[in-house]
């Protein structure tokens, strides 16, 4: 339940680091083992316009290849294209390559690439040579005991039951002596076509015989949809979103996570089902014990949904993020958060009014107020927040820990804008699009080093220096079209953010047609 931390749980901080430490080494070690020499597999990812999380894809893919104990790039960058789901990617082995495609999110299947070409004809010369070459391995997939069937599946363009047959039964005759089993194969195959998008009527430019390893983590966004759970608030984070930042934050069984904004817990979900230890801080004591949303109701709170999903309670404290109460330091694994930045929840933190505007304050007198003091608030800028937090998280978070937190911008965005700490190493930021050129970025963040009291966060010069885009948001969300173009350095970059990808290439499309 809601509450201070007791002594036990504070003794346990240390216990829980050391063995999720000691379970790391052993898996990662007998990973290292798998590495004898590369092979090359096939991403199919998840796909979609500017307003969907495509850009999360190779964020998501680097992250889990670091959390794997591969250090090293597994794909060429000149090989990625954001108009393609397709990515071609070189893993240590079969074993590694399919535990790291069951824990993406961004991606619908992982495939064993046996060949590829430009055209049908190339792929299929391709796949005979593999065969021959791998001819051991490749038989206990294609004859003996097991069940086989050959998909198809084409991006941008589909193929009818006569086609099918067609492309098929040229691959057939490469060996395959198994049992056909068309529902559960044990063995599925598949030729996979790339036409580009709004390819219908253009020839492939790559395809691909594969043998599926494994599918992706889809299955987490209809479970863990926000329509499914009981407690949910204006605020609350989107399931593919929550897993995506879990991801992002390496949160693996035994982690210990903190989420000091935690509202109704959404992110906490996600890290629970990663195996998590979670914690979680929010100054607002309605929300966090149901009597602010529908009081007369039957009372729901953030624990009903991890009962729910059957995952283990969280520990919550009433505290603010702006004075942590977390004490001795070096003990998260992770920390992720949606901070509030005022657009839809406003960002307070606690503090007098008076004393803001210079006035004499008197202290708080326990025995009259007690337990049912609640302290006053003050505005808390948006700018103030997220270097309090990286502060924070460099404070409390173990070396090689990530902070993962969601930053809203409005305007040219300058990575070097962001709170700098000499223990803290940018990682990653990806973008989602959405109305009136308001863009949400997801910032991960890596501790370096160890802290100590003389390493302090760069805060910006308000005097000299200009701010950056994710300063006083709401009001430049609600400013006219005119007053948004100026905050971009080219007027065509606003113009973009306001038409969806997907219907500017389909224009491009019939441009192209006709």
Not at 155 to 180: H, M, N, W
Not at 296 to 325: E, M, S, W
Not at 368 to 390: F, I, N
Not at 452 to 477: G, H, I, Q, T
């Amino acid at each position: 339940g809601s509450g201070n931390i007791n002594t036990k749980k504070k003794l346990s901080f240390g216990f829980a680091e050391k063995l999720a430490g000691r379970l790391q080494k052993i898996n990662f070690s007998a990973m290292a083992d798998e590495r004898e020499k590369g092979q090359q597999f096939l991403l199919l990812q998840v796909w979609g316009d500017r307003r969907s999380f495509q850009d999360f894809r190779l964020a998501e893919l680097d992250s889990l290849a670091r959390m794997h104990g591969i250090n090293e790039p597994i794909y060429d960058k000149k090989d990625f294209d954001e108009t393609s789901p397709f990515l071609m990617v070189n893993l240590p082995s079969v074993n590694l390559a399919r535990q790291i495609g069951q824990r993406a999110v961004m991606l619908k299947g992982l495939y064993h690439c046996w060949g590829q070409g430009n055209n049908l004809k190339e792929c299929l010369e391709a796949t005979k040579a593999y065969i021959e070459k791998n001819k051991e391995d490749c038989l206990k997939n294609m004859a003996g005991d097991t069940t086989f069937a050959i998909n198809i599946n084409g991006f941008g363009r589909r193929y009818s039951k006569k086609e099918q047959e067609k492309i098929i039964f040229p691959f057939t005759q490469l060996g395959f002596d198994a049992k056909v089993n068309l529902k559960k194969p044990k063995s599925s195959f598949w030729v996979l076509f790339d036409h580009g998008h709004c390819g219908k009527d253009k020839p492939a430019t790559k395809v691909f015989f594969c043998l599926k390893i494994s599918e992706g983590m889809r299955y987490v966004v209809d479970k863990y949809s926000l329509k499914t759970r009981p407690f949910i608030g204006p605020t609350s984070t989107c399931s593919e979103l929550a897993f995506l930042m879990g991801n992002q934050g390496q949160i693996r069984k035994g982690s210990l996570v903190l989420d000091p904004f935690v509202g109704t817990a959404s992110l906490l979900v996600a890290a629970a089902h990663f195996g998590g230890v979670c914690y979680g801080m929010d100054r607002d004591y309605l929300l966090l014990h149901s009597k602010r949303l529908k009081p007369k109701a039957k009372k729901k709170d953030l624990f009903t949904n991890f009962r729910h999903y059957g995952l283990k309670d969280p520990q919550i404290v009433c505290g603010d993020n702006a004075y942590p109460p977390w004490k001795g330091k070096e003990i998260f694994d992770c920390v992720i958060c949606d901070p509030p930045y005022g657009v839809r929840a406003g960002a307070r933190k606690s503090g007098s009014r008076k004393a803001a505007l210079g006035k004499k304050v008197g202290p708080v007198i326990a025995e009259k107020y007690g337990r049912q003091h609640v302290p006053s608030s003050v505005p808390y800028p948006v700018e103030d927040v997220m270097t309090d937090l990286t502060d924070m998280a460099a404070r409390f978070l173990v070396v090689g820990g990530r902070l993962v937190y969601l930053l809203p911008t409005v305007g040219t965005f300058d990575p070097e804008t962001l709170p700098q700490h000499p223990c803290m190493r940018l990682v990653a930021h990806t973008q989602q699009a959405l109305t009136g050129g308001f863009y949400r970025r997801c910032i991960t963040v890596e501790k370096v080093k160890a802290w100590s009291a003389e390493l302090k966060v760069k805060r910006r010069d308000k005097a000299k220096e200009p701010e950056p885009a994710y300063a006083n948001v709401k009001e430049k969300v609600f400013m006219s079209k005119s007053d948004k173009e100026a905050l971009y350095e080219k007027k065509e970059d606003y113009k973009d953010d306001q038409e969806p990808t997907t219907k500017k290439r389909k224009l491009e499309g019939a441009d192209e047609k006709r």
